[in-house]
């Protein structure tokens, strides 16, 4: 790793009690939810970490608590480095306050967590599903939603998925 | 009401005439723009140069419902998506064809999730299905092809197709 | 008034009608394929040899297919705008002169090739221009649908900024033949085209007539990338294909037009004057002659649409009403000037007038650069 | 002069029959079949939201003046054009004023910004 | 009855009813149409009174720009149909009053007053043409074709006073 | 040839309807649109005379009257455009209002 | 007579987004999309317009959901893979890249030199394809439709290299984990090598078109401002990116697959609209082109897969011979390999900008959890910033020279 | 700026004078590419014997679940394919197929091949659905057609020795 990035993690871990994992390279920073904004921020003005790559959240479900990560995976431009932070969410306590404040793109993003996940964005300007239809039940990225499948057709069973399906026909 | 009521039964007549406009009708074709995915830029690529589409007919792709003939359904329907298409259908004048361009559009392909319809069929009736992932643009002539020689054998009375 | 001069009446109008008509259909197909040369395709070639068949195909097509008519459109109009947009295309040829004259064998009667020669012509052909103009606002607004309503407004606003500087050149045209009959006006060029004694005026003409009849780069009814199919958006089958036919009519008459007040009409080209390919000398070439003139004119209408990028509405009213209308104001008097100058001082002056409006013409555009300039520089 | 006209009457009519012939076939041959979803409005595959307006910019407006002021005077154009040989430098004279006049609003208008369209 | 004066009836039939069209149209657009069909007749008469200049102009004037801006002045406002309001008390009968004496005296002019044809000479080729007018107009009317400038000249800069916004306001 | 009456009785009848619509319209766009049957029936009249004379006067007068009405429809539209945008409304009873 | 009512139909989700004037109905609100011409698929816009101004804009995404996420975490990680294709159907290379390195990394494997230049070559075709389809549809909604054909001329040239080499035009799945599928055939390098040749004149040819031409110029200049600063508040990468004046390009600061063995620029331009978009563009076509010819002239010979049976499959001649190899061939394609438990994140520049996988693996053959952070998604999301008080017409430039691919937002 | 715009007016003039590229499908086909996934052919030995051994690693490896396979056992008397087993019913959903040729990477006989055709449009979904008939291809000339008998203890080698392929 990187000795620039090392200091601003130990930092990271001082400032917020962050723990800190390492594989091929990357770090990644856990914080607390209520830390995050203020991680953030302060990654972003003191360290000029001045994109939010990506967001998203991993879930790991039947684990209870944390049952869900979310991922900040954070670049500076001027030093090129990268440093991933992370939060754990319990299951019982879907709630993360927005970093929309701090990153703009952080909006849609989260709009996407929440709508795949259903883990809630505190203060978020525009909280309405962004990729699936409003009447769908259910958060698709969470590993006990289904994943749908349908048997492929073939002569054995040709009929019989034709039966059951909902076919219009004019 | 149809055509047939008002020709009444002319017999060689209607036949001829049903000849010619089946004739016209595949020559014709005026597809709607509409795409959707990746099958869409194999679409495309079907109207560009090397392939020209427009040979058939087929380069007036209508941006509104109201003055396209056929819709080729490019791409994968997402049930998001499905609402769209079957308004979209409905607001193209008769007579009308689709064509399923594509695994997806015909079965979902390899997209076999909670996401994507299982097909377009469920949505609107679909004349021609074009296997391919993408399709390529001969292919998806190829269905054009095979859906003129549909239409060929239309019937007036089906035009209305009940 | 006798029988047979009804009889004549008809006959020549269903000609020259039927003439346009086929002239739309063959002109799709020649745009189609015009377009697919230059863009290295091959365009329709299978509905009948090399494609001939096409048009027909597109208008059997066209009558068997469904009439729409949306449930909030305003039916009575709904079904008026095509027809009121595309009688005006076509009634717009019958001052147009297509020759001169020849008498009908047996019956010993002249007939003149042209279905009127009025002394205000010029005057008709603004007049019926601009009534053109209320079928597509009309399709616009029967519709009730938010995309024809913007595009209806759209081109119909365009349509009347661009008819300004479109009288004007017109007046240029008078001017220089001195009537305002179109007949005078292609005989005034027997010697030279306008075209040549007035340059920058036909360019000008050729400019304002594709904003007339919508087309690229001032395409904005068909600006369907913004908003769908424009006025048109609603309208399905035949009502849809009288819009279309319209807007191809208008072209090939407003082509039509821009041969006669500018290139000579159905004149012979200058050198030919006075041989065996005189328009004098046998009347049937006049048609000939008004044909290829507008053949070439309509493919420089397609051949613009191939190469240019559209032009932005704002930008094309203000082009219309900022950079032409003045400039067209401009050469009017610049042509007046010429003709006074020669009456005056001698016929040498009339030169005098393509080199000032070419002056004209370039320094126009080169304040048209030096915006575009500024705003790059800007930017 | 009249015969003229009514030539051009028989076209007009000539026309408007044709116009109306080829709407009627389509009418006649196009096959029909009504739906409600059919006959609404058509808005890129969605139902259109929001209250439905009319309305149009004033723009509009101000083109379509603009234009009935200048279309007069191209108007005027025309038979002066057609004598302006008769009436030599005196008619350009005259032209001139009155263009000049029409200018001052022209310009006026410009200035104000009736041509701009943002 | 002479073919023209059948022309003439038909025609100003036709005029009167696109006027009673107008006047009773509860769409503005209607009335705006029924409008424009009475110029078009009114132009044909213009035209069967040899002076095809000043129908042409007509057309192309009132029909051609007049009523487009009406047009325009209705889709902009978006007041086709108004409610029907009250009419002030005293504006039906006068209405009808007038109605009477008008109707009466179109009824003498064509009945008691009966202008026999064979008195009106035949006027010249070119009378009513554009050369005929050009010369007038820019001879002996050559004051009011300038004071026309003026007026033209009022009328656009009162429109655009009136309709143009300053910036700033809303 | 049809008798000048005839127009001039035609000219009444149009003129009549016009001033009817200016009275018992309360849309102003009507009551303009009427302004404009009126004047138009006035230069009917007037051709009509023009060609009985065979005096040109009668056509340059309805030039003029066209311009003067194209004048008058511009301001007069104008006024109505603007009284709407701040009004939203142009019913002419409410129009008084306009007057304070 | 026709009776016409105001239709009320209720402004409903869009309540806080739009202005008041709206509700009230001063302003309109236009749908534009799903089916629309220039929304290049299934991006539905809402428009409050004012005239013809647009005062918000409203994106609607979602049209083209497939969810491939959760599908991959379905699949082995060799089965996954041909979903990687169909994400960012502009550009089937860069993301089968994008996957395979992020695989590579996670469980720890090493390319041959061969395949990473062949990697390279690939993809910068496919940027090149990519950058044509771009400049076509984008001279297309500015109504250049000639340029749109050209571009797909060409374009149908490398969709043969690439048939050529993996027997699909769009769906490639070339690259695997370890390598590429098989060793290109001996006429491609032939046929890139005309390609090479050829393009730069239909670039000049393109420009001649459109660069400097006044009606392209109106269309494009000052339109659509986006400066550095809102650029990367909204997670804006690549062309884009650049265009606002950030030298901002993963291959040159963390160049992947022997990158940094080539010499080429970064084009960069400082104005951030829509024209700058489109130079910065038209000069990374050439400058993929340097990147193919450099490469093709450095390709090393060699194995172009791992040997690594525990990962790749072994060559077709070593199953009727070694049982071994039989052995691993039906294990990795019936269960898969297996990949650690831990996460990776994994980055490379598509022709629209960062284009990252985020991988984690729970110990099984199949990705515990895949995310693809695709470009298009923020690039998108800056548009409705930077329309505002533009009017519709140019949307469609601003939109199409986002280079948005709806399979890229939507995934 | 009258020059640009001239200059983009000469530039399409210059193409209209070019060879259009178009192909005119169906008259005239573009031959693919050696490596064309197309639609699939099941091989054959020179003999006759199928190479498919009904292992179903293709409908394993398939992502789009489009292949369906099951295998019964050969005999001497009624033998389809060297080995043990052979496919007794093969199916392919085209439509589901999407093309990938990971069968034909699976395969470890080189038994399902992707081929050359991609004229694939049906009118009815069931059409597509290709059965063992329709994608095994014909017995080479003089060979017999599947089942064979066969003398035993000479097909016991279900895996051949194979190449690695070039296209
Ligand atoms: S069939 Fe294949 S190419 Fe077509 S949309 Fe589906 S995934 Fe894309
Ligand atoms: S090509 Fe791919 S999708 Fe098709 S059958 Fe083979 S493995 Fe399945
Ligand atoms: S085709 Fe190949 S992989 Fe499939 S069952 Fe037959 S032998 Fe096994």
Request: aromatic content about 10%; glycine content about 6%; some cysteine.
């Amino acid at each position: 790793m990187d000795n620039k990035l090392e200091k601003i993690v130990q930092t990271l871990q001082e400032k917020f009690g962050a723990t800190f994992e390492e594989f091929r390279g990357e770090a990644h920073v856990f914080v607390k939810p209520e830390q995050i904004v203020e991680a953030l921020t302060f990654l972003r003005d003191q360290h000029e970490f001045a994109l939010l790559s990506a967001m998203t959240a991993v879930d790991y479900w039947p684990q209870e608590s944390p049952r869900f990560h979310v991922i900040y995976q954070l670049t500076s431009l001027t030093q090129n480095l990268s440093v991933q932070l992370r939060i754990p969410v319990n299951g019982s306590q879907l709630k993360v306050p927005t970093a929309t404040g701090v990153f703009a793109v952080a909006n849609w993003r989260e709009r996407e967590i929440m709508d795949m996940f259903g883990i809630e964005f505190e203060g978020h300007p525009d909280p309405r599903r962004i990729l699936l239809p409003d009447d769908l039940d259910g958060h698709p990225l969470r590993k006990d939603f289904p994943l749908g499948y349908e048997e492929p057709q073939f002569t054995f069973n040709f009929e019989e998925i034709d039966v059951r399906k909902p076919y219009v026909k004019e | 009401m149809g055509v047939e009521q008002k020709l009444g039964n002319m017999g060689v007549v209607t036949t001829t005439l049903e000849t010619a406009v089946n004739w016209a009708r595949t020559n014709a074709m005026w597809p709607m723009l509409f795409g959707l995915a990746c099958c869409a830029i194999e679409m495309m690529s079907a109207q560009a140069a090397s392939y020209d589409m427009s040979r058939f007919g087929m380069e007036l792709m209508r941006p509104s419902p109201r003055q396209s003939d056929l819709m080729i359904v490019a791409g994968r329907v997402s049930r998001k998506m499905a609402p769209v298409l079957r308004r979209l259908y409905d607001q193209m004048p008769e007579p009308k064809w689709v064509i399923a361009m594509g695994d997806c559009a015909s079965c979902g392909g390899v997209f076999n999730n909670y996401a994507i319809v299982q097909g377009v069929d469920e949505v609107v009736p679909v004349d021609v299905y074009v296997a391919g992932c993408p399709p390529r643009p001969e292919a998806l002539i190829h269905g054009v092809l095979t859906l003129s020689e549909k239409v060929k054998g239309e019937k007036f009375k089906d035009l209305t197709k009940a | 008034m006798d029988l047979a001069l009804w009889i004549e009446f008809i006959i020549k109008g269903f000609i020259l009608i039927f003439a346009v008509l086929t002239g739309f259909a063959y002109l799709t197909l020649y745009e189609r394929r015009a377009l697919a040369r230059i863009q290295t395709r091959i365009g329709p070639n299978r509905a009948g040899p090399q494609g001939f068949l096409q048009p027909i195909a597109d208008a059997v097509k066209l009558i068997f297919k469904e009439e729409l008519t949306p449930a909030r459109a305003d039916k009575v109009l709904f079904v008026l705008a095509p027809i009121m947009t595309v009688v005006p295309a076509m009634i717009l040829a019958a001052v147009i002169p297509l020759g001169t004259q020849f008498t009908l064998p047996f019956l010993n009667r002249p007939i003149t090739l042209y279905v009127a020669d009025i002394n205000v012509g010029v005057l008709y052909l603004t007049a019926i221009a601009s009534i053109a103009v209320y079928g597509i606002v009309l399709a616009g607004w029967s519709s009730n649908n938010k995309y024809a309503m913007l595009g209806g407004m759209r081109s119909s606003a365009q349509m009347i900024s661009y008819e300004l500087s479109l009288g004007l050149c017109f007046v240029i045209a008078i001017l220089l033949g001195n009537s305002m009959s179109l007949l005078d006006i292609v005989e005034a060029q027997k010697g030279v085209w306008f075209a040549i004694i007035q340059p920058v005026g036909a360019l000008v003409f050729m400019v304002t007539t594709l904003a007339e009849v919508n087309r690229a780069p001032f395409d904005m009814p068909e600006a369907e990338q913004e908003l769908a199919a424009g006025y048109h958006s609603e309208y399905s089958g035949m009502k849809f294909a009288l819009f279309f036919m319209a807007e191809y009519e208008k072209m090939i008459v407003i082509s039509m037009i821009a041969a006669t007040l500018y290139f000579g009409g159905f004149r012979e080209f200058w050198f030919l004057q006075n041989t065996w390919f005189s328009v004098d000398q046998h009347w049937w070439l006049g048609p000939i002659y008004l044909l290829l003139k507008v053949v070439v004119l309509l493919f420089f209408m397609i051949w613009v649409r191939a190469t240019w990028p559209r032009i932005r509405y704002d930008r094309l009213m203000a082009f219309g009403w900022k950079v032409l209308l003045p400039l067209s104001l401009a050469l009017v008097f610049i042509t007046a000037l010429g003709i006074l100058l020669a009456n005056q001082f001698g016929a040498v002056y009339i030169w005098m007038i393509p080199v000032l409006s070419i002056v004209a013409g370039l320094f126009t555009a080169l304040l048209v650069n030096m915006s575009l300039r500024r705003k790059v520089a800007h930017a | 002069m009249l015969l003229e006209y009514i030539a051009i009457g028989v076209m007009i009519a000539l026309a408007t029959v044709i116009a109306v012939i080829a709407i009627g076939l389509g009418e006649l041959f196009g096959p029909k079949k009504k739906s409600s979803v059919k006959s609404e409005p058509y808005e890129s595959g969605i139902a259109p939201i929001g209250p439905g307006t009319r309305r149009m910019p004033v723009r509009f407006y101000l083109i379509a003046v603009l234009f009935i002021l200048f279309d007069i005077e191209v108007i005027f154009f025309l038979p002066w054009a057609v004598v302006f040989r008769q009436l030599g430098l005196f008619g350009l004279i005259e032209m001139t004023v009155f263009i000049v006049i029409l200018l001052i609003g022209y310009i006026y208008a410009w200035k104000k910004g009736a041509l701009e369209w943002e | 009855m002479t073919p023209d004066l059948i022309a003439f009836f038909v025609l100003a039939l036709i005029a009167i009813a696109a006027a009673l069209g107008m006047l009773l149209s509860r769409n503005a657009v209607y009335s705006a149409l029924f409008l424009v069909l009475n110029f078009g007749t009114v132009a044909v008469f213009y035209i069967l009174l040899d002076a095809p200049f000043i129908a042409l102009t007509q057309v192309s004037v009132y029909a051609g720009a007049i009523m487009v801006l009406f047009l325009f002045v209705i889709m902009l406002l978006g007041t086709e149909t108004l409610p029907a309001s009250k009419a002030l008390p005293w504006q039906r009968p006068l209405a009808f009053i007038l109605a009477l004496i008008l109707a009466g005296e179109a009824g003498y002019l064509l009945f008691f007053r009966n202008v026999t044809s064979g008195t009106i000479p035949q006027p010249v080729q070119t009378f009513g043409g554009p050369q005929a007018l050009g010369q007038a107009l820019f001879n002996q009317y050559l004051l009011p074709f300038e004071i026309t400038s003026v007026l033209l000249l009022v009328a656009m800069v009162g429109a655009v006073v009136l309709t143009i916004k300053k910036k700033g306001e809303q | 040839m049809v008798p000048v009456s005839y127009y001039v009785a035609l000219s009444a009848i149009l003129f009549t309807i016009g001033a009817l619509g200016v009275l018992i319209r309360r849309n102003p766009l009507i009551i303009f649109m009427s302004i404009e049957l009126m004047l138009n029936a006035a230069n009917l009249a007037m051709v009509a005379f023009a060609r009985i004379y065979t005096v040109l006067e009668g056509q340059i007068f309805v030039f003029f009257v066209m311009t003067v009405a194209a004048a008058e429809v511009a301001v007069g539209l104008a006024l109505i455009v603007a009284i709407f945008r701040t009004k939203h409304s142009i019913n002419i009873d409410e129009m008084n209002s306009l007057k304070g | 007579m026709s009776e016409y009512q105001l239709q009320e139909i209720p402004v409903g989700p869009y309540k806080h987004l739009v202005s008041e004037r709206a509700i009230s109905g001063e302003t309109m609100i236009l749908n534009m999309g799903p089916q629309h011409p220039s929304t290049h698929g299934v991006l539905r816009l809402v428009l409050e317009l004012d005239g013809e101004v647009i005062v918000n804009c409203v994106p609607e995404i979602g049209y083209l959901h497939t969810g491939v996420e959760k599908n991959m975490e379905a699949k082995t990680y060799l089965k996954a893979e041909v979903m990687t294709d169909r994400l960012d159907y502009m550009n089937n290379m860069g993301n089968n890249l994008a996957y395979v390195m992020a695989v590579e990394k996670l469980v720890g494997l090493d390319v041959p030199p061969r395949a990473q230049a062949l990697r390279v070559i690939l993809t910068e075709l496919q940027r090149i394809a990519s950058h044509l389809v771009w400049l076509g549809t984008t001279a297309l909604d500015l109504a250049a439709m000639s340029v749109f054909l050209y571009c797909f001329r060409e374009r149908e040239i490398i969709l043969d290299i690439f048939e050529m080499v993996s027997g699909q035009r769009m769906m490639v799945t070339y690259f695997r984990p370890g390598g590429v599928w098989r060793d290109v055939p001996v006429e491609f390098e032939a046929a890139v090598r005309d390609f090479i040749k050829l393009l730069p004149k239909r670039i000049d040819e393109y420009e001649a078109l459109l660069t400097k031409n006044p009606l392209w110029l109106d269309r494009t200049v000052g339109i659509g401002k986006l400066d550095a600063a809102t650029a990367l508040q909204h997670g804006v990468t690549g062309p884009m990116l650049r265009a606002s004046g950030i030298n901002w390009d993963l291959r040159k600061v963390r160049p992947y697959m022997g990158y940094e063995q080539y010499d080429f620029n970064v084009p960069v331009a400082t104005q951030g609209d829509t024209y700058a978009r489109y130079i910065v563009r038209v000069q990374e076509l050439r400058e993929s082109l340097k990147i193919v010819e450099q490469a093709l002239n450095k390709l090393p010979m060699g194995p172009v897969r791992s040997d690594n049976r525990k990962f790749v499959t072994p060559p077709r001649s070593e199953i009727g011979t070694s049982m071994e190899a039989l052995i691993h061939h039906f294990k990795l394609w019936t269960e898969g390999f297996p990949a650690p438990k831990a996460s990776i994140y994994n980055a490379v520049e598509s022709p629209r900008g960062e284009l990252g996988v985020y991988l984690e693996g729970d110990g099984g053959p199949k990705p515990y959890r895949i995310h693809w952070r695709t470009p298009s998604f923020d690039n998108l999301s800056v548009v409705p910033q930077i329309v505002k008080g533009h009017l519709v017409a140019d949307l469609i430039a601003i939109l199409a020279s986002t280079d948005i691919v709806l399979g890229d937002i939507d995934r | 700026m009258l020059r640009e715009l001239t200059r983009g007016l000469g530039t399409t003039l210059k193409s209209m004078f070019e060879r259009p590229v178009t192909v005119q499908y169906p008259e005239e086909k573009r031959p693919v590419r050696p490596r064309f996934r197309g639609r699939h052919v099941l091989k054959r030995y020179d003999n006759g014997l199928e190479k498919c051994i009904g292992c179903a690693l293709c409908a394993a490896a398939c992502p789009a679940d489009a292949i369906f396979v099951e295998a019964s056992e050969n005999t001497d008397e009624k033998r389809f394919s060297p080995g043990e087993r052979y496919a007794s019913t093969y199916e392919i959903n085209m439509l589901r197929c999407i093309y990938c040729g990971y069968c034909e990477d699976a395969c470890p006989t080189e038994a399902i091949v992707l081929g050359d055709n991609y004229e694939l449009s049906f009118t009815d979904r069931r059409d597509a659905i290709y059965d063992k008939n329709m994608l095994l291809e014909p017995a080479p000339a003089g060979m017999q057609t599947t089942p064979q008998k066969t003398p035993s203890g000479v097909f016991t080698r279900s895996v051949p020795d194979m190449k690695d392929p070039q296209d």
